[in-house]
């Protein structure tokens, strides 16, 4: 029997998954899980990159001792996030994270030189100020660019450390602003202005190419941007938006190809790369602000009776879920006590809030996708961690006005194992 092995790295944790066919199609087992989570260093946020790398071998080789006959494997992370190495593999660190700020001072610099609107014309990559090119424009100004050879996305460069083959894998490019929304390649009108080094940047390589081996084990590039694998592992039944309800909340849906116009740029919609689709969606908050108010208020307590207090209090206070506030606070509760005039009180509170607010951002995020696509919508798909808190998903129906269909599966290990099943069947 073949066995394939999907590790997922999210913001919080990594996880290793062994998928086989069966009766009913695909059956999993999770056989390996690790912690993840950015550290502060010297003030700034950064990504223990030495333990993710240990963590996925360790992972691997006890997937192996269980299932020896797998096949292939593949890695999925989130986006944005890269390793700089120069000659002979050394890392340069810190490895920053995403939350981190510092490209707050650089933005109005890459906008001089580009200004954004053409950088969304030309790429369809909504404004983050995390994005990968103002990040790596910051590295340029601090000199980090200096001796670097190559540069890897966080799972490229995982899947380096197992094979040795380095990949450039086009859905994770896709979130980095520096990918043509017509060509599907790196655009060098923009690396030209920005004075970044061409030779990082090489040609990229879509889902389902062999990358390399280890332990004799094929790797296959899945849609090595999670979000991108997430929406492979929906089953999603006609043109209908989803949701993959994480650390962020990414709402969209497929379209044939990426939508750059003003109104795409007015509402922040992003296009990223999917398999052989576009994906039009919008980065909301997400459960980083019910999570870290749970860490801060009652990291005892269940998330079934926090979602029954939410429904006791009578609050009915809604703040920005997408307000910078909450991007990467000191305390969440005090971000909400500022956003909500210090109108919560209970526990109950704090988190009926957080809900209905997040159910206010996802209605009014479909609104726009419905403008900008000129379509109406009728169901929406909700996978991830999010898709199994019960209170949300109704404020979502009665906010939104639309038919939750709520999948409290592992979407984005489903997606990248379908990848690599297919790409198996198909060498066969």
């Known amino acids: 029997m073949a066995y394939y092995l999907a590790v997922d790295i999210g913001a919080s944790s990594g996880r290793h998954i062994v998928a086989w066919d069966g009766e009913r199609g695909l059956e999993t087992k999770e056989v390996y899980r690790f912690p993840n989570g950015v550290t502060e260093k010297d003030g700034h946020l950064v990504w223990n990159i030495d333990s993710l790398a240990e963590n996925v071998r360790i992972g691997f080789d006890k997937a192996l001792a269980e299932f020896p006959d797998i096949k292939t494997f593949s890695i999925d992370t989130w986006g944005v996030d890269y390793v700089l190495l120069r000659d002979g593999g050394e890392i340069v660190r810190p490895v920053y994270a995403y939350r981190d700020n510092r490209t707050e001072a650089i933005i109005p610099e890459v906008h001089e030189k580009i200004p954004f609107s053409e950088l969304y014309e030309r790429t369809g990559i909504q404004f983050q100020p995390f994005n990968s090119?103002?990040?790596?424009?910051?590295?340029?100004?601090?000199?980090?660019?200096?001796?670097?050879?190559?540069l890897l996305m966080i799972p490229e460069y995982l899947m380096y450390k197992l094979t040795?083959?380095?990949?450039?894998?086009?859905?994770?490019?896709?979130?980095?602003?520096?990918?043509?929304?017509?060509?599907?390649?790196?655009?060098?009108?923009?690396?030209?202005?920005?004075?970044?080094?061409?030779?990082?940047?090489?040609?990229?390589?879509?889902?389902?190419?062999?990358?390399?081996?280890?332990?004799?084990?094929?790797?296959?590039?899945?849609?090595?941007?999670?979000?991108?694998?997430?929406?492979?592992?929906?089953?999603?039944?006609?043109?209908?938006?989803?949701?993959?309800?994480?650390?962020?909340?990414?709402?969209?849906?497929?379209?044939?190809?990426?939508?750059?116009?003003?109104?795409?740029?007015?509402?922040?919609?992003?296009?990223?790369?999917?398999?052989?689709?576009?994906?039009?969606?919008?980065?909301?908050?997400?459960?980083?602000?019910?999570?870290?108010?749970?860490?801060?208020?009652?990291?005892?307590?269940?998330?079934?009776?926090?979602?029954?207090?939410?429904?006791?209090?009578s609050a009915d206070v809604l703040v920005d879920a997408n307000d910078s506030v909450f991007l990467a606070p000191e305390s969440m509760k005090a971000a909400f006590d500022t956003a909500a005039n210090g109108a919560l009180s209970t526990v109950g509170d704090y988190f009926r809030c957080a809900f209905r607010s997040l159910a206010d951002s996802y209605r009014a995020a479909l609104r726009e996708l419905e403008e900008n696509s000129g379509r109406k919508y009728h169901k929406l798909y909700i996978v991830g961690g999010g898709a199994k808190n019960q209170t949300l998903n109704r404020w979502t129906e009665e906010f939104a006005g639309i038919e939750v269909i709520a999948l409290p599966i592992e979407a984005t290990a489903l997606g990248n194992l379908k990848i690599q099943k297919k790409f198996y069947k198909e060498e066969k």
């Open 133 to 150: 090119v103002y990040q790596l424009y910051d590295d340029l100004k601090k000199g980090r660019l200096n001796g670097v050879t190559h």
């Open 164 to 313: 040795g083959v380095m990949a450039r894998e086009y859905t994770n490019a896709t979130t980095m602003g520096l990918v043509s929304a017509e060509t599907g390649e790196f655009d060098n009108e923009i690396l030209s202005r920005l004075s970044l080094p061409k030779y990082l940047f090489p040609k990229l390589s879509t889902p389902g190419t062999y990358a390399g081996e280890y332990k004799g084990v094929k790797c296959i590039l899945c849609a090595t941007h999670d979000t991108g694998s997430a929406v492979e592992g929906i089953p999603i039944e006609g043109d209908e938006p989803y949701i993959s309800s994480g650390t962020w909340s990414l709402l969209g849906v497929k379209t044939p190809k990426p939508i750059c116009d003003k109104k795409s740029e007015r509402a922040n919609y992003s296009n990223e790369g999917g398999v052989g689709y576009n994906r039009y969606q919008k980065n909301i908050m997400g459960m980083w602000i019910v999570n870290n108010l749970r860490k801060e208020l009652c990291p005892d307590m269940p998330f079934p009776e926090i979602e029954k207090a939410a429904r006791e209090s």
